[in-house]
């Protein structure tokens, strides 16, 4: 059984997410796309789902699932009630909701080791303050423009130049990135 804050925690910890009240209700999104947003009692969630397998998602749980309003039905979207889903299931239907409002290159960042969406969101975001932490001290950074080796020149490249893809390998030690290859 999960709550509304249960899944505040899933979608915010996803790159490029922000909540917004809007029409007296909480909503997550990304820019504009809202894939995520609760009823106003915070009992239910609609989220994001391909339209063509919605039926089948509804079919296989009705007690869980169920059609949004008839007015949202032209939108790829499907309802869940909170308390009849448990933690594992409410992540994957959060995360697959996010990954139709972001570009594909993201797609895999939700799978990485811990400290890698968050630092490649604070890149995204150029918050360079929360990014120092997630780095090691001796980073080994790789990227088309070259190599780089040291926490601190790495962060200075990164001030420089526009946001680097995703990891295409990356390595973790002490909780940390330390091995960055784009």
Same mark, same amino acid.
């Given at each position: 059984?999960? %709550? ?11 790159? +490029?997410? *922000? ?15 809202? &894939? ?14 391909? *339209? ?11 007690? /869980? ?6 007015? %949202?039905?032209? &939108? $790829? ?26 570009? $594909? ?6 799978? +990485? ?18 990014? *120092? ?9 790789? %990227?088309?423009?070259?190599?780089? +080796?040291? *926490? ?6 990164? +001030? ?8 295409? $390998? ?7 990135? &330390?091995?960055? /290859?784009?």
């Amino acid at each position: 059984m999960v %709550d509304a804050d249960a899944v505040r925690r899933a979608g915010l910890a996803l790159p +490029r997410t *922000r909540e917004a009240f809007i029409g007296g209700r909480w909503k997550l999104k990304v820019r504009q796309l809202v &894939y995520v947003a609760f009823s106003r009692d915070e009992t239910a969630m609609g989220f994001g789902f391909p *339209r063509d397998g919605r039926d089948g998602l509804i079919a296989s749980d009705p007690e /869980t699932f169920f059609l949004p309003p008839t007015s %949202d039905l032209r &939108y $790829q979207w499907v309802c869940a009630h909170l308390a009849r889903l448990d933690e594992t299931e409410m992540r994957e239907l959060v995360t697959d909701a996010w990954r139709m409002c972001v570009p $594909q290159m993201l797609h895999d960042l939700p799978e +990485r080791p811990a400290p890698v969406a968050a630092a490649w969101w604070a890149m995204d975001e150029s918050r360079w303050e929360d990014l *120092r932490p997630l780095l090691h001290p001796h980073l080994h950074w790789n %990227d088309r423009l070259g190599e780089l +080796r040291g *926490r601190s020149k790495v962060l200075d490249h990164l +001030r420089a130049v526009p946001t680097p893809r995703p990891p295409a $390998q990356v390595e973790i030690r002490d909780g940390q990135v &330390y091995r960055w /290859t784009a």
